[in-house]
């Protein structure tokens, strides 16, 4: 356990340390602040039915889609530059598990994601001063939010332990990320449904929709849990595959 922190305070101190955070939670704070006020000065109605689907529900689906740009931005160091500084012999050297150097990285990671997230926490706060009541809805969208995190870090990790390069295990994430969520809109454009649905369910939009309605899904469960495992497993095949 003690690397195990070890590790972590140093990613933690990677991160907090250098401006990229705050300026990153500035821009993510000032699209959701501007977009949960257009969406309530849009609203019709003001009643617990439209708040959840013409608010509560775009708003916390756009922070997926942030977290999709800003969390490739955050990981993008974290094996590249341990491989181009050699400092990644460190850990070779002391016999340091890559499990616990992966979900060290991994839950620094979630920590720096839930600094851009929680202030987001306020607007259902402000939609509450107007009625809301429906708090069931908000914590489950909230974890699909977290969830979706997770899965994202764990495929931006695999993305920067394939390269030294910082901007290339960036565009690799990106490509990776975007190329799954758009296997959602497969099942409109394949003329075969049945493959559509199957393609469709691969990706992150067709999962996070059952929680931002309020519906925790067993196999929605399943497929975060095993997408994170699945990445974790060829993080470390690669990582071993480059100690040689």
Same mark, same amino acid.
């Given at each position: 356990?003690?690397?195990?922190?070890?590790?972590?305070?140093?990613?933690?101190?990677?991160?907090? &340390?250098?401006?990229?955070? /705050?300026?990153?939670?500035?821009?993510?704070?000032?699209?959701?602040?501007?977009?949960? /006020?257009? &969406?309530?000065?849009?609203?019709?109605?003001?009643?617990?039915?439209?708040?959840?689907?013409?608010?509560?529900?775009?708003?916390?689906?756009?922070?997926?889609?942030?977290?999709?740009?800003?969390?490739?931005?955050?990981?993008?160091?974290?094996?590249?530059?341990?491989?181009?500084?050699?400092?990644?012999? &460190?850990?070779?050297?002391?016999?340091?598990?890559?499990?616990?150097?992966?979900?060290?990285? &991994?839950?620094?990671?979630?920590?720096?994601?839930?600094?851009?997230?929680?202030?987001?926490?306020?607007?259902?706060?402000?939609?509450?001063?107007?009625?809301?009541?429906?708090?069931?809805?908000?914590?489950? #969208?909230?974890?699909?939010?977290?969830?979706?995190?997770?899965?994202?870090?764990?495929?931006?990790?695999?993305?920067?332990?394939?390269?030294?390069?910082?901007?290339?295990?960036?565009?690799?994430?990106?490509?990776?990320?975007?190329?799954?969520?758009?296997?959602?809109?497969?099942?409109?454009? #394949?003329?075969? /449904?049945?493959?559509?649905?199957?393609?469709?369910?691969?990706?992150?939009?067709?999962?996070?929709?059952?929680?931002?309605?309020?519906?925790?899904?067993?196999? $929605?469960?399943?497929?975060?849990?095993?997408?994170?495992?699945?990445?974790?497993?060829?993080?470390?095949?690669?990582? $071993?595959?480059?100690?040689?």
């Amino acid at each position: 356990m003690r690397v195990f922190f070890s590790v972590m305070n140093k990613e933690l101190k990677d991160i907090f &340390l250098t401006p990229m955070i /705050y300026v990153l939670a500035a821009i993510f704070s000032l699209i959701m602040g501007w977009l949960f /006020y257009s &969406l309530v000065m849009n609203s019709q109605s003001m009643t617990e039915l439209t708040m959840t689907n013409s608010v509560l529900r775009p708003v916390v689906g756009n922070i997926n889609i942030l977290m999709m740009l800003f969390i490739p931005l955050l990981t993008m160091r974290c094996f590249s530059i341990e491989f181009k500084n050699k400092t990644i012999d &460190l850990y070779i050297m002391n016999n340091t598990s890559w499990t616990t150097v992966y979900f060290a990285k &991994l839950l620094a990671i979630f920590i720096s994601t839930l600094f851009l997230i929680l202030p987001t926490l306020i607007f259902p706060v402000v939609l509450t001063l107007s009625g809301y009541s429906d708090w069931g809805v908000v914590l489950v #969208s909230y974890l699909g939010v977290i969830l979706s995190q997770l899965l994202y870090i764990s495929i931006s990790l695999f993305a920067s332990a394939l390269t030294t390069n910082v901007i290339v295990a960036a565009v690799i994430s990106f490509s990776i990320l975007f190329g799954v969520a758009m296997l959602a809109f497969s099942a409109s454009v #394949s003329g075969n /449904y049945i493959v559509g649905q199957m393609v469709s369910y691969l990706s992150f939009i067709y999962h996070y929709k059952g929680f931002s309605m309020g519906m925790v899904r067993s196999y $929605d469960l399943l497929y975060y849990f095993s997408g994170i495992l699945i990445f974790y497993y060829m993080t470390v095949r690669a990582l $071993d595959a480059r100690k040689w």
